[in-house]
């Protein structure tokens, strides 16, 4: 759906809203660019000068600093100048809207913003009202997407698993409010996965999600059977007890990822989370730990994704 | 046009010998790519030496990104040896501008701070927009400004061509 | 004063009667005098030509916002009222969504002698069902039904408390005062900005799901079912709302329904990437509701289409889509959109013009939508073939919201007449 303002008429990108709309040839233009990006940090200099002289800012209007940190990093290795801006309700409160904000900054000669919003859309508007050659970044729109998040993820299961073709993925929990697993949804079909599942109860999953080209599972065990990836997500911890679950304690007994429950994945199945993580929830520690977590390797593909995708707008001028 | 070009193979062969005797067993040969990597393996087969041989791809320190953009690049850097205080023999097709060997001492350098460098070109076309020289050179060419010159892989054999630019 | 006219070679179509012949219409003092035959010893002081048009009764047009009080950032009275006649529409019921609410006699006052003074297009106010519209203590229903309010209602400030509706039910029938509701539960609705569906889904919009709709109309029709009050629904969106009210019409239950325009023709679809002008109470829903509330609409279930026009400036809908005000500019749409949907649905005229004349003067109780000798001569001459495209140009309203911008439509007022005056001509 936001093919049209993310391509630019020559079909290159020009701003990431949403991994929905995509074509494959621009995920896996990312997804390679990224992998020149996990070598360089590797290296003794993690930092290129691609985007030397070029101004990113981070425009957060709902706090994240853990998200924020790594558009910063992969900016910095890409030698950008960065500037962060942590406006969470304030800008509201002072009658500064959205457009007013970005319009100023701007002046300011930003060649790129990262902008995180509580409201799906706004990174759409925003790209909507810059001027041409300056590029936009979702950096997560209310529940409505987060594609660098995506994009990582399924970064981090071609890594693992090389050939999407004949994957089994399931993403497991609070998909309802999930822009991860909508962004991971969208980037997964595309590539050619050709069995994604969400699994959770009623209340977590939004209505029509099978509309989306997954199958649904309320069954955990049916679920996870067969699978070679497993995604969990973070249930955030104010739906944990309320009108949609009863408390954590029965979401963990029924859905947390337990050894016992991906027992029933495919031996070699690799285990995937967000973060952050509730241990005890959503992933008990001795999966989160264990051998067939990939975790803590998604958080480092995540910097050169971001880095890819920087460097590819930039480029995209 | 072709004709008036050196053979590459044979520019190989007299550069095996220029190199010789200075080259040891520590000695790290280097090619940029793709022609300058297809020439250092050569080179590294001719004159037997003991470590591998390493490949630079310059991609992210190119001077005109912005106007070209980040193209799809399969290829990376890889040093299959430490390159802090070595000798680096760094070997390249065709030395014209000199921004390639800008980019790639560049890249060089984001894996450590070698003791020397020196550049090995297979051919010389003149040209230069930087204050940069080969210190071995297999054969010094004319070509129309209008031409590029383009190292290519056939049947085994590498042989140089020269191309009407794309403007 | 005007004169005597005549309006000649027009198309003249009546829904009301079904009338539907080239007829001359005689106008004196306000009032239609003659059709097709002239009163005796009638002399026109001018001659309107026709030919090629299409006469019928001025539109009524059950919900436009007039944005006065309060609001004049937004639109004003003089701005909205010359859209109203630019589309055709020469009366109009104005929910009492201003600042102040429509909640005193004096307000609703002021209101109807600033529209007299216009002399454009006839007002009738719709009061607030309770006091600033806050959903506990009731309007002084009495004293504003004198003042002229032909009806009563929450607007889109929804009651949640169903016992605080069924007292005002019961009071308003003991009165015989019609009570106006928009059919959501506002606790299922649960602040959400889209029709849940594939669309909400995938552009991760809260959703609104469509038994907020049915809930709140099942507890709206229970309670006309204990207290006989006169209900008019307002907004009718889903499929499953249409068939309930054809039920409650089939039991006999004193209830009307409206639709809005915009939802014969769209659905959540149109919200595309966030469209904030696609951002509308009732949401846009899916396109099986739309195609029943065109059928619906057809075969009179639904009485009555209305613009539910709300001019929003750019500052309230440059924003977000959860955060845009809703609504989209209609007055000017109603017209061409109405004759659209009568032509897809293979509708001759005087059953689609009835939609936007004869059945909302039916509701509203007031004697227009009729083209009869001795009603006034509020008419309207349209060109059902004059195509144009929507745009800041072309529009009167102040409100540039609509989905509809930079499409063309077709048909248009050429000339609208309020008391045998004309108010607007193209």
């Given at each position: 759906m936001s093919r049209s303002l993310q391509l630019g008429p020559d079909g290159r990108l020009v701003h990431l809203l949403s991994t929905e709309g995509l074509p494959a040839e621009t995920l896996r233009h990312i997804l390679d660019t990224a992998d020149q990006f996990v070598s360089v940090n590797e290296?003794?200099?993690?930092?290129?000068?691609?985007?030397?002289?070029r101004s990113l800012f981070n425009v957060f209007f709902e706090n994240s600093t853990r998200t924020r940190t790594t558009f910063e990093i992969a900016a910095k290795r890409l030698s950008a100048d960065v500037v962060n801006l942590n406006i969470g309700a304030s800008s509201t409160a002072k009658g500064e809207s959205l457009l007013d904000t970005v319009w100023n900054l701007q002046a300011m000669d930003a060649d790129m913003f990262v902008v995180r919003h509580k409201e799906a859309g706004a990174p759409h508007l925003v790209a909507r009202h810059v001027k041409p050659g300056v590029h936009v970044i979702n950096a997560g729109d209310g529940r409505h997407a987060h594609p660098t998040q995506g994009l990582l993820d399924v970064y981090t299961i071609r890594h693992y698993k090389k050939d999407f073709s004949r994957l089994v993925v399931a993403i497991v929990g609070d998909?309802?409010?999930?822009r991860v697993a909508r962004s991971q949804i969208h980037a997964l079909k595309t590539l050619g996965v050709p069995e994604v599942r969400v699994i959770g109860p009623r209340t977590l999953l939004p209505a029509d999600v099978e509309r989306l080209g997954v199958r649904v599972f309320h069954d955990m065990a049916a679920g996870l059977r067969g699978c070679d990836v497993v995604m969990t997500l973070r249930l955030q911890s104010e739906r944990m007890s309320g009108p949609l679950l009863p408390s954590a304690g029965e979401f963990n007994k029924a859905y947390g990822l337990t050894p016992e429950k991906l027992a029933q994945a495919s031996p070699d199945a690799i285990v995937m989370h967000p973060g952050p993580m509730n241990r005890g929830v959503e992933i008990d520690s001795s999966v989160a730990d264990g051998?067939?977590?990939v975790i803590m390797p998604q958080v480092t593909f995540g910097i050169a994704v971001r880095m890819a995708v920087m460097a590819i707008l930039a480029g995209n001028a | 046009m072709a004709a008036r070009l050196p053979e590459a193979e044979a520019l190989i062969d007299s550069l095996a010998q220029a190199l010789r005797g200075s080259v040891n067993s520590e000695t790290g040969l280097v090619g940029i790519y793709s022609g300058g990597a297809w020439v250092a393996q050569r080179l590294h087969r001719a004159l037997g030496l003991q470590l591998p041989v390493g490949q630079l791809a310059i991609t992210l320190h190119r001077d005109d990104f912005d106007r070209i953009g980040l193209h799809r690049e399969q290829r990376r850097s890889h040093l299959p040896f430490p390159v802090e205080g070595r000798d680096i023999l760094l070997v390249d097709d065709v030395l014209h501008t000199g921004r390639t060997i800008r980019a790639a001492l560049n890249e060089l350098w984001d894996f450590g701070r070698p003791k020397s460098v020196r550049l090995v070109a297979l051919v010389d076309r003149g040209g230069r927009e930087l204050p940069i020289a080969a210190d071995f050179t297999g054969a010094k060419v004319d070509v129309d400004a209008g031409e590029s010159l383009v190292l290519s892989e056939e049947n085994g054999r590498l042989r140089l061509t020269a191309v009407k630019a794309s403007p | 004063m005007s004169g005597r006219l005549t309006i000649e070679g027009a198309r003249v179509v009546d829904p009301a009667s079904g009338h539907d012949a080239v007829t001359a219409i005689y106008v004196a003092d306000g009032a239609i005098a003659g059709l097709g035959k002239a009163p005796d010893g009638f002399r026109a002081d001018a001659v309107i030509d026709a030919k090629g048009l299409v006469a019928c009764p001025g539109l009524v047009d059950l919900a436009a916002r007039l944005r006065e009080p309060g609001f004049e950032y937004r639109a004003t009275l003089e701005s909205e009222m010359r859209a109203a006649v630019a589309g055709g529409v020469t009366s109009l019921a104005c929910p009492p969504d201003t600042e102040p609410p429509l909640d005193e006699p004096g307000l609703v006052e002021m209101l109807k002698r600033r529209a007299t003074s216009l002399a454009l297009a006839r007002v009738y106010p719709i009061g607030a069902l309770t006091l600033g519209l806050g959903g506990e203590r009731l309007a002084e229903m009495g004293e504003l039904a004198e003042a002229g309010c032909v009806g009563f209602s929450q607007a889109d400030a929804l009651l949640s408390d169903p016992h605080v509706l069924r007292q005002a039910l019961r009071y308003a029938s003991t009165f015989g005062f019609s009570v106006w509701l928009r059919p959501q539960d506002s606790t299922l609705a649960h602040g959400g900005v889209a029709h849940e569906g594939e669309v909400a889904t995938r552009l991760g919009l809260s959703p609104i799901p469509e038994v907020a709709e049915t809930v709140a109309l099942k507890t709206i029709l229970t309670l006309v079912e204990e207290t006989g009050a006169r209900v008019h629904v307002a907004r009718l969106s889903t499929a499953r709302g249409v068939a309930l009210m054809r039920d409650a019409k089939a039991q006999g239950l004193p209830v009307t329904c409206d639709v809005g325009v915009h939802h014969l023709h769209l659905c959540d679809r149109d919200v595309g990437d966030f469209d904030p002008n696609a951002r509308l109470t009732p949401p846009l829903r899916d396109v099986r509701d739309r195609d029943a509330l065109r059928r619906g609409l057809a075969e009179g279930t639904i009485d009555a289409v209305c613009s539910d026009h709300a001019p929003v400036d750019d500052d309230a809908k440059q924003v977000p889509f959860g955060e845009a005000e809703p609504g989209a500019t209609g007055l000017e749409l109603l017209l061409p959109l109405v004759l659209q949907w009568g032509r897809e649905a293979g509708l001759a005229l005087p059953a689609t013009l009835g939609a936007v004349t004869s059945r909302p003067a039916a509701i509203l109780d007031a004697p227009a939508g009729r083209i009869a000798v001795g009603m006034a001569a509020d008419l309207c001459l349209l060109d059902p073939q004059a195509a144009w495209v929507v745009s800041s140009a072309t529009l009167a309203s102040q409100g540039r919201n609509t989905p509809f911008l930079g499409l063309e439509l077709v048909g248009r007022a050429v000339r609208t007449l309020v008391n045998g005056r004309v108010v607007h001509a193209a």
């Amino acid at each position: 759906m936001s093919r049209s303002l993310q391509l630019g008429p020559d079909g290159r990108l020009v701003h990431l809203l949403s991994t929905e709309g995509l074509p494959a040839e621009t995920l896996r233009h990312i997804l390679d660019t990224a992998d020149q990006f996990v070598s360089v940090n590797e290296r003794e200099v993690k930092k290129v000068p691609l985007l030397r002289g070029r101004s990113l800012f981070n425009v957060f209007f709902e706090n994240s600093t853990r998200t924020r940190t790594t558009f910063e990093i992969a900016a910095k290795r890409l030698s950008a100048d960065v500037v962060n801006l942590n406006i969470g309700a304030s800008s509201t409160a002072k009658g500064e809207s959205l457009l007013d904000t970005v319009w100023n900054l701007q002046a300011m000669d930003a060649d790129m913003f990262v902008v995180r919003h509580k409201e799906a859309g706004a990174p759409h508007l925003v790209a909507r009202h810059v001027k041409p050659g300056v590029h936009v970044i979702n950096a997560g729109d209310g529940r409505h997407a987060h594609p660098t998040q995506g994009l990582l993820d399924v970064y981090t299961i071609r890594h693992y698993k090389k050939d999407f073709s004949r994957l089994v993925v399931a993403i497991v929990g609070d998909i309802l409010h999930s822009r991860v697993a909508r962004s991971q949804i969208h980037a997964l079909k595309t590539l050619g996965v050709p069995e994604v599942r969400v699994i959770g109860p009623r209340t977590l999953l939004p209505a029509d999600v099978e509309r989306l080209g997954v199958r649904v599972f309320h069954d955990m065990a049916a679920g996870l059977r067969g699978c070679d990836v497993v995604m969990t997500l973070r249930l955030q911890s104010e739906r944990m007890s309320g009108p949609l679950l009863p408390s954590a304690g029965e979401f963990n007994k029924a859905y947390g990822l337990t050894p016992e429950k991906l027992a029933q994945a495919s031996p070699d199945a690799i285990v995937m989370h967000p973060g952050p993580m509730n241990r005890g929830v959503e992933i008990d520690s001795s999966v989160a730990d264990g051998g067939q977590s990939v975790i803590m390797p998604q958080v480092t593909f995540g910097i050169a994704v971001r880095m890819a995708v920087m460097a590819i707008l930039a480029g995209n001028a | 046009m072709a004709a008036r070009l050196p053979e590459a193979e044979a520019l190989i062969d007299s550069l095996a010998q220029a190199l010789r005797g200075s080259v040891n067993s520590e000695t790290g040969l280097v090619g940029i790519y793709s022609g300058g990597a297809w020439v250092a393996q050569r080179l590294h087969r001719a004159l037997g030496l003991q470590l591998p041989v390493g490949q630079l791809a310059i991609t992210l320190h190119r001077d005109d990104f912005d106007r070209i953009g980040l193209h799809r690049e399969q290829r990376r850097s890889h040093l299959p040896f430490p390159v802090e205080g070595r000798d680096i023999l760094l070997v390249d097709d065709v030395l014209h501008t000199g921004r390639t060997i800008r980019a790639a001492l560049n890249e060089l350098w984001d894996f450590g701070r070698p003791k020397s460098v020196r550049l090995v070109a297979l051919v010389d076309r003149g040209g230069r927009e930087l204050p940069i020289a080969a210190d071995f050179t297999g054969a010094k060419v004319d070509v129309d400004a209008g031409e590029s010159l383009v190292l290519s892989e056939e049947n085994g054999r590498l042989r140089l061509t020269a191309v009407k630019a794309s403007p | 004063m005007s004169g005597r006219l005549t309006i000649e070679g027009a198309r003249v179509v009546d829904p009301a009667s079904g009338h539907d012949a080239v007829t001359a219409i005689y106008v004196a003092d306000g009032a239609i005098a003659g059709l097709g035959k002239a009163p005796d010893g009638f002399r026109a002081d001018a001659v309107i030509d026709a030919k090629g048009l299409v006469a019928c009764p001025g539109l009524v047009d059950l919900a436009a916002r007039l944005r006065e009080p309060g609001f004049e950032y937004r639109a004003t009275l003089e701005s909205e009222m010359r859209a109203a006649v630019a589309g055709g529409v020469t009366s109009l019921a104005c929910p009492p969504d201003t600042e102040p609410p429509l909640d005193e006699p004096g307000l609703v006052e002021m209101l109807k002698r600033r529209a007299t003074s216009l002399a454009l297009a006839r007002v009738y106010p719709i009061g607030a069902l309770t006091l600033g519209l806050g959903g506990e203590r009731l309007a002084e229903m009495g004293e504003l039904a004198e003042a002229g309010c032909v009806g009563f209602s929450q607007a889109d400030a929804l009651l949640s408390d169903p016992h605080v509706l069924r007292q005002a039910l019961r009071y308003a029938s003991t009165f015989g005062f019609s009570v106006w509701l928009r059919p959501q539960d506002s606790t299922l609705a649960h602040g959400g900005v889209a029709h849940e569906g594939e669309v909400a889904t995938r552009l991760g919009l809260s959703p609104i799901p469509e038994v907020a709709e049915t809930v709140a109309l099942k507890t709206i029709l229970t309670l006309v079912e204990e207290t006989g009050a006169r209900v008019h629904v307002a907004r009718l969106s889903t499929a499953r709302g249409v068939a309930l009210m054809r039920d409650a019409k089939a039991q006999g239950l004193p209830v009307t329904c409206d639709v809005g325009v915009h939802h014969l023709h769209l659905c959540d679809r149109d919200v595309g990437d966030f469209d904030p002008n696609a951002r509308l109470t009732p949401p846009l829903r899916d396109v099986r509701d739309r195609d029943a509330l065109r059928r619906g609409l057809a075969e009179g279930t639904i009485d009555a289409v209305c613009s539910d026009h709300a001019p929003v400036d750019d500052d309230a809908k440059q924003v977000p889509f959860g955060e845009a005000e809703p609504g989209a500019t209609g007055l000017e749409l109603l017209l061409p959109l109405v004759l659209q949907w009568g032509r897809e649905a293979g509708l001759a005229l005087p059953a689609t013009l009835g939609a936007v004349t004869s059945r909302p003067a039916a509701i509203l109780d007031a004697p227009a939508g009729r083209i009869a000798v001795g009603m006034a001569a509020d008419l309207c001459l349209l060109d059902p073939q004059a195509a144009w495209v929507v745009s800041s140009a072309t529009l009167a309203s102040q409100g540039r919201n609509t989905p509809f911008l930079g499409l063309e439509l077709v048909g248009r007022a050429v000339r609208t007449l309020v008391n045998g005056r004309v108010v607007h001509a193209a």
